[in-house]
């Protein structure tokens, strides 16, 4: 299997099952479509260390906003999702000034520890979970290409509109 050629629900199926910590609490209100990504994520999920590395190594997720439903109402955000984020935000701050490669691995492996941080520690309902996941995966799929090659920092622009993307589908008080 081609893993660069992996769709984008399959990148969200994998990141969805990367730990069971992000849990749903409710369903959502509206139908906006995200509930059949959901609902084919949950189901072929794979389970435990081989879904993150898949997810981590493979997720094709790069320049592909989760799309802001019509008349979207920004969702609320939890505390392990605002500190999450803020950590994201600081580390990709850090590779502004044109680090040098040991800086640049340094910030993406902050990256997926605010990553971890967020799938250990979330919980909201399933509607607004698919999108984080899908923000996960492609700001995880930065995280990688930075790691295989730091001294190409194109996907730090990436990361950015992976950021710009959550700031437009959750109302966090830090964006």
Known sequence: MNWKQIP???ALALALGLTAGCSQEAPPAADTGTEAVAETAHADEPAGADAHDAAHGHAE???????VPANHEPWAPD??????????????AGLETGPDEATVVARAADVDAAVEYMFANCSLPTE?????????????AGSEALKDNPSDTAAVADMHGAVANYEQLFDDPNS
């Open 79 to 92: 505390a392990p999702l605002i500190e999450g984020m803020s950590r994201v935000r600081a580390a990709i």
């Open 8 to 10: 984008l629900a399959a």
């Open 128 to 140: 607004p979970d698919v999108a984080l996941h899908a923000i996960l995966a492609r700001l995880m």
């Open 61 to 67: 997720a790069l320049g592909v906003d989760f799309p």
